[in-house]
């Protein structure tokens, strides 16, 4: 089974992406072919791509422990299932982080101060853990392809990096929130010119079009980090806010889903030539009331704790989406888009 992977952001929710990861490294006939990756997803994406480049999933397996262990500033984030049961739930946990007088301080003062202001006191905390990855892995053209969503603040574009292009510079900027850290420069190599980069979420979270390249698998399995639906109307500041967040941070995956439904439409009407386009077949492993639960509080300021939660939900929903369709893998899409748009 060949399959694509595509990778959304979303701060410290990204450790869901690493129970994902860690419960697809263990299926022995699974093949990950290409990675795109966005903000967290760019780090999950680094991290799993340097391993599997080495051709070892358990190097991989660690690359992604280590990262979140980084995240979450312990050693062992690895905690036994039975352990949970004596931590509070996400959601509760979200409301303690939302209601903490921490939260607020940083919610308050990145509404009301630039990150430039903080001049010679102005630090990246994602730069000690992006340097460490190994770049001659992270860029070999052994193992998966790997692509960088970023967006490019001069134009309001996606720019896409892959191979060699992949750098510090570039998966800090993928995981660049303007309101947050400074936009990061990057000197392009053939022109010598100087553009600056913000967070890839607000144009592709994740880019899906890379993954449409003939000598990729026509398989795209998106692990969804915000959920695409919210049955209940936000009513709350809080609440409205969240769910502005993740309809931005969806709107350019919805575009994309809707033109591969479009296409994959026209194909099966035989309205264009066979081979013109992809047939693309969408899978998403997602926990939606999980995610929903959830809130942006819980995205800035991760716990040990929740990370580890995080990551047996996303173990948890791989398994089931492997016992439900990996037999589908190669055949057909396991995500009705027809009815997502209808």
């Known amino acids: 089974m060949r399959i694509n992977l595509a990778l959304q952001g979303g701060g410290a929710h990204g450790a869901y992406t690493w129970g994902v ?70 959601a509760q946990i979200s409301r303690a982080v939302e209601a903490s007088p921490l939260y607020q301080w940083i919610d308050t003062v990145g509404r009301m101060v630039s990150p430039y202001a903080w001049g010679p006191f102005y630090a990246n905390p994602l730069q000690r853990i992006v340097e460490q990855f190994h770049y001659d892995a992270v860029c070999d053209t052994r193992g998966p392809r790997l692509f960088v969503s970023t967006t490019k603040v001069r134009t309001g574009k996606i720019r896409v990096f892959e191979g060699p292009q992949v750098t510090v510079p570039v998966i800090l900027a993928s995981a660049c929130l303007p309101t947050l850290f400074q936009a990061i420069e990057i000197v392009c190599p053939d022109t010598g010119t100087v553009d600056a980069y913000w967070d890839g979420g607000y144009t592709g979270n994740p880019a899906l079009f890379p993954l449409f390249d003939p000598a990729l698998p026509k398989d795209i399995v998106v692990v969804n980090i915000n959920p695409l639906e919210s049955p209940d109307l936000p009513r709350t500041p809080t609440e409205i806010q969240n769910r502005i967040n993740e309809i931005s941070f969806n709107s350019s995956l919805l575009r994309e889903l809707r033109a591969i ?82």
Request: hydrophobic residues 45%; proline residues 6%; without cysteine.
């Open 21 to 90: 990861l860690d419960r697809l490294l263990d299926e022995p006939d699974l093949e990950i072919a290409g990675i795109s990756g966005t903000s967290a997803g760019a780090l999950n994406g680094a991290a799993l791509k340097a391993g599997l480049a080495r051709g070892s999933r358990q190097a991989a397996r660690d690359n992604l422990d280590r990262l979140w262990e980084q995240v979450g500033a312990t050693d062992d984030l690895r905690l036994a299932p039975w352990m949970a049961a004596f931590l509070p739930t996400p």
């Open 261 to 342: 439904n479009f296409v994959r439409e026209l194909i099966a009407e035989g309205r264009v030539p066979e081979g013109v386009f992809k047939d693309v077949l969408i899978h998403m492993i997602a926990d939606d009331p999980l995610m929903r639960s959830l809130s942006v509080a819980t995205k800035l300021l991760p716990t040990p704790g929740f990370l580890s939660q995080l990551r047996q939900a996303g173990f948890a929903a791989a398994d089931t989406f492997l016992r439900d369709h990996s037999g589908k893998i190669g055949h057909q899409a396991s995500t009705d888009l027809p009815k997502m748009f209808g």
